[in-house]
């Protein structure tokens, strides 16, 4: 019992310190940038907006809807991922498997091409339709046969799948050479320019999705142990996969949706909650949002000042600080799904 | 009539069930055809009785040039390209055991890819030749990078599959962050060479591949009982007698030479190393001596089918093969999915 305690009080020490570090990271968000602003005027902006000042104006049309945005991206990306990982038993897997990162750009190139939807707002609809899509065509034929969702199933439908859209857009690039630039920009993934406008029609549901997976981690343990175990244990695999799978659409989706294809967070970060919370997905989950959050915000302030005044796309800057730390604890021994 | 074929020596043994014989057959002599299709199709319709006379050297000489100059180095390099992305995603599928690996887990299609733009964006004063050969350094260093990096007492699966995961996460990186920052042109050239084609064939590319995958073949599948055992998790392996890691290293060598040379040659063609082995196993089954023949096939013809969609669909324009790649193979693969759909 007491080394349990010891555990857990680790478990928690940590989770604290990640969350001030999440803090941190979103409080410098807020500051740095093309007009560094100082902390009391930050503040002043909230408490005493001023819409002459070009300080008040860039903290709440700019910073904080950035800061927002990647918060809740980088969350919802890695928590999905971990769904995703647990779901398929496959440490290679991520959200793109489902389809999602690809049937959002394909209805995104299409969009742009043939019909010149140019405004934010509506190309986000577009990707969650054509995430959405995907996932739903991924699901459908990973559940064919006799036994179900498997794993194996699930993982091969995807890929295809997930090439099938990928080979779509690929086509339609070729002819369009113009929006090559656009799109490539697009599909680095970005968080700047977005407004708050964009996240608070899907905001519920993202919340609502992130509450149920937090919530989720019980019955995500007991399926880990393997479809036969489980069922044999009285769980309804059926409904705890689809369940699974619909979050995954929602968070996924929207991310995808909002900023673009930002990979590395889904394939890597669950991998890194793991490392810090061991097996138990109780833990696993929120450590995997805060981690993200804290990825795509930190990585979100570094993309805005290596190469001043020009922006790294930020799946660029993601990979580029947490792949070799992700390296780093995949050598000191990561744990297993 | 017993149902398989039993070849036996100290150093290697192999069961030949008759059926995966008669399937692996059936999947060359669709790579002979394509020898004749390949060639037809095209600008100028030739019929195959052409085509077959120029291949002899008794055919017009319009025909001739246009058979042996540009659609049969074509058609070939994609058939072995294909071959060798096939066989190098098997091996790699089989080492780590897991499903979603191809040739990019080892850093080969991502170091291949920076150093391909690098060259594109740096190297403007040096012909576009040298490009295959910066990619193919730029492969073979991230390889042998990946492994070390892997390496800890040891090669596991699990620790290559992550490490190549965060390796081809940085590299993916460079190679966004410098096709953004570059201009349009470079971009698009880059992008076709992500993309992947066969545009350009010589003699020269179509002997080199040869070259690699004839000779790398036929060991890889003296190395098949290795890979089988290896399936059976590592302990297993290592209680059999299996030189686990020695034979990983060399298994991975092949995997990274068919796979950097073709990646040198034809670019980051995806998803022919991920699906040609999955598409060969619902074919022959999951031993890998049959698999290893009927993997290099299905490669082969998946990049084939793909280039020739590619090139007579849009005619007269010429797309990149790798566009096709999945267009072509990805609705065979969920077919073929779907028939075995209690079985996986």
């Given at each position: ?77 890695a928590v999905s991922g971990t769904l995703m990982q647990a779901m398929t038993r496959n440490p290679m897997a991520s959200p793109s498997i489902f389809g999602i990162n690809n049937g959002a750009i394909f209805f995104i190139v299409v969009g742009m091409v ?224 | ?344």
């Amino acid at each position: 019992m007491k080394v349990a305690n010891v555990f857990q009080q680790k478990k928690v020490t940590t989770f604290i310190l990640l969350s001030l570090l999440l803090v941190m990271a979103f409080a410098s968000s807020i500051i740095f940038g093309q007009t560094p602003i100082s902390a009391e005027e930050a503040v002043r902006s909230f408490t005493s907006f001023d819409q002459n000042l070009t300080s008040h104006i860039v903290v709440r049309y700019d910073r904080l809807p950035r800061a927002v945005i990647g918060t809740v991206v980088g969350a919802g990306l890695a928590v999905s991922g971990t769904l995703m990982q647990a779901m398929t038993r496959n440490p290679m897997a991520s959200p793109s498997i489902f389809g999602i990162n690809n049937g959002a750009i394909f209805f995104i190139v299409v969009g742009m091409v043939f019909f010149s939807v140019s405004s934010l707002v509506s190309l986000m609809w577009l990707a969650f339709a054509g995430a959405a899509l995907a996932a739903l065509i991924v699901y459908i034929l990973g559940s064919l046969g006799r036994d179900g969702l498997t794993p194996v199933k699930i993982v091969l439908a995807g890929a295809a799948i997930s090439a099938l859209f990928q080979s779509y857009t690929q086509g339609i690039l070729v002819f369009d050479e113009a929006g090559l630039q656009d799109v490539l920009f697009w599909l680095a993934g970005s968080v700047s320019g977005r407004t708050l406008d964009m996240l608070i029609p899907v905001l519920p549901f993202i919340v609502t999705a992130m509450i149920t997976a937090l919530l989720m981690g019980r019955a995500i343990n007991l399926l880990v142990t393997g479809d036969d175990i489980a069922k044999g244990m009285g769980q309804n695999i059926l409904l705890i996969k689809a369940a699974m799978g619909a979050i995954v659409v929602v968070l996924a989706g929207s991310s995808v949706a909002i900023v673009g294809a930002v990979g590395f967070i889904g394939l890597v970060i669950p991998h890194i909650a793991r490392f810090f919370a061991g097996t138990d997905y109780r833990w696993i989950l929120p450590y995997s949002a805060i981690l993200g959050a804290f990825l795509l915000v930190g990585a979100d302030v570094a993309a805005r000042l290596v190469i001043r005044p020009q922006e790294v796309p930020i799946g660029v800057m993601t990979a580029i600080i947490g792949g070799p730390f992700f390296i780093y604890i995949a050598r000191r021994g990561l744990k297993s799904l | 009539m017993k149902p398989a074929i039993t070849v036996r020596s100290s150093r290697f043994s192999f069961i030949f069930e008759k059926r995966t014989v008669i399937i692996n057959l059936i999947l060359f002599f669709l790579a002979v055809f394509a020898c004749v299709i390949g060639p037809m199709l095209g600008h100028t319709l030739l019929s195959p009785y052409e085509v077959v006379t120029a291949l002899f050297g008794n055919g017009s000489g319009a025909n001739e040039f246009i058979v042996m100059q540009s659609r049969l180095p074509r058609t070939l390099l994609s058939l072995v390209a294909g071959a060798a992305l096939g066989v190098s995603g098997m091996i790699l599928q089989g080492i780590v055991r897991n499903p979603l690996a191809a040739p990019d887990i080892i850093g080969v299609t991502g170091g291949g890819a920076v150093a391909a733009v690098i060259f594109l964006t740096y190297g403007a004063g040096l012909s576009i030749q040298f490009l295959p050969l910066a990619a193919v350094t730029g492969s073979l260093l991230v390889a042998v990078l990946t492994y070390f990096l892997a390496w800890q007492r040891g090669i596991t699966p699990i620790r290559l599959v992550l490490i190549g995961i965060g390796i081809s996460a940085i590299m993916s990186a460079g190679t966004t962050f410098m096709i953004v920052v570059s201009s349009a042109v470079t971009a698009s050239q880059a992008y076709l060479w992500l993309t992947g084609s066969v545009y350009g064939a010589s003699w020269n590319d179509v002997g080199i591949l040869v070259t690699v995958v004839f000779l790398t073949i036929p060991v890889t599948m003296v190395f098949s009982r290795s890979l089988n055992t290896q399936q059976l998790g590592n302990d297993t392996a290592l209680g059999l007698g299996v030189r686990l890691q020695l034979d990983r290293l060399i298994l991975l060598l092949f995997s990274v030479i068919l796979a950097g040379s073709a990646v040198a040659l034809v670019g980051a063609v995806g998803f022919v190393g991920l699906i040609a082995p999955h598409i060969a196993r619902t074919l022959v089954g999951k031993t890998h001596g049959a698999l290893t023949l009927a993997s290099a096939s299905s490669g082969a013809l998946l990049l084939f089918g793909a280039d020739l969609a590619a090139r007579t669909l849009f005619y007269p324009v010429d797309i990149p093969a790798g566009v096709f790649t999945a267009g072509v193979g990805a609705p065979f693969f969920l077919y073929l999915l779907f028939r075995n759909r209690h079985h996986m």
